[in-house]
């Protein structure tokens, strides 16, 4: 198969986005498709690229992250029992977006300055389980916004566990990253004829996203401390709101 200069560029960036996310435990549909807007990709094409990037890269964040130990079923079944008839339906719509992206990218805005001043101090400390019926409430929103966005919305729930003292900072990525797995296949079920638009380039995208995850969690793994992931967390969350405010 062979793959233009323009590829190899849009591929590159994509490697980088990956590294960057999922050390945090993060698959990285929102700096996917910041890249694939600026690199002028046809929005058709976006939404069910990222997602499908997304189950990729997901499925093999969520397992080095559990296999690893950090993860918690306890804090994941009820968010993901609320998010995932709302994120086929968030899917399965096609809203205007610049209302929705300027309120999310405001709430992203504000909760990746709380990861750095001494609201963060906090974090880690008094952890304790989520009532069940609130963490399935708050699934639902996430799960929806996810859909909407077409993003696993990893970018919501990380923030939203870490201060709400449901986890600690490396178990909150692995929760995070099989969440993301879970919304975004049912994100593009409810999107499911948009896969039609699926670029011929994708194995090329999902390659290089691959390699990137791999770095990614090795990283957020083995050399991240919880003091370096929530600054890393706050930079995958700046990005992610000017992407949504500003593209």
Not at 157 to 165: A, D, T
């Amino acid at each position: 198969m062979y793959f233009e200069l323009i590829d190899v560029a849009i591929s590159l960036c994509l490697l980088f986005g990956a590294i960057l996310y999922t050390s945090v435990g993060h698959a990285g549909a929102s700096i996917y498709i910041a890249i694939m807007t600026l690199f002028n990709i046809p929005s058709s094409v976006i939404k069910p690229t990222a997602l499908v990037l997304n189950i990729f890269i997901a499925s093999f964040t969520s397992w080095r992250f559990i296999r690893k130990g950090f993860f918690d079923v306890k804090v994941l079944f009820p968010i993901a029992l609320g998010a995932i008839p709302f994120s086929f339906l968030g899917g399965y719509i096609n809203a205007p977006s610049h209302i929705y992206k300027s309120i999310v990218g405001m709430i992203l805005l504000i909760s990746a300055v709380s990861l750095v001043t001494n609201l963060s101090k906090k974090i880690d400390k008094n952890l304790k389980k989520p009532p069940f019926f609130l963490a399935v409430l708050i699934g639902s929103c996430i799960g929806f916004l996810a859909g909407l966005t077409g993003t696993g919305g990893g970018i919501f729930l990380s923030p939203l566990i870490l201060f709400l003292g449901w986890s600690s900072t490396k178990t909150t990525s692995g929760i995070t990253a099989l969440f993301i797995l879970i919304n975004s296949s049912f994100g593009l079920l409810g999107n499911y004829s948009s896969v039609q638009n699926l670029p011929t380039e994708l194995p090329l995208f999902i390659g290089a996203t691959l390699i990137g995850a791999l770095i990614g969690t090795t990283l957020g793994i083995k050399f991240y401390t919880a003091n370096t992931i929530k600054k890393a967390l706050a930079l995958v969350l700046v990005i992610a709101s000017f992407k949504l405010l500003l593209i």
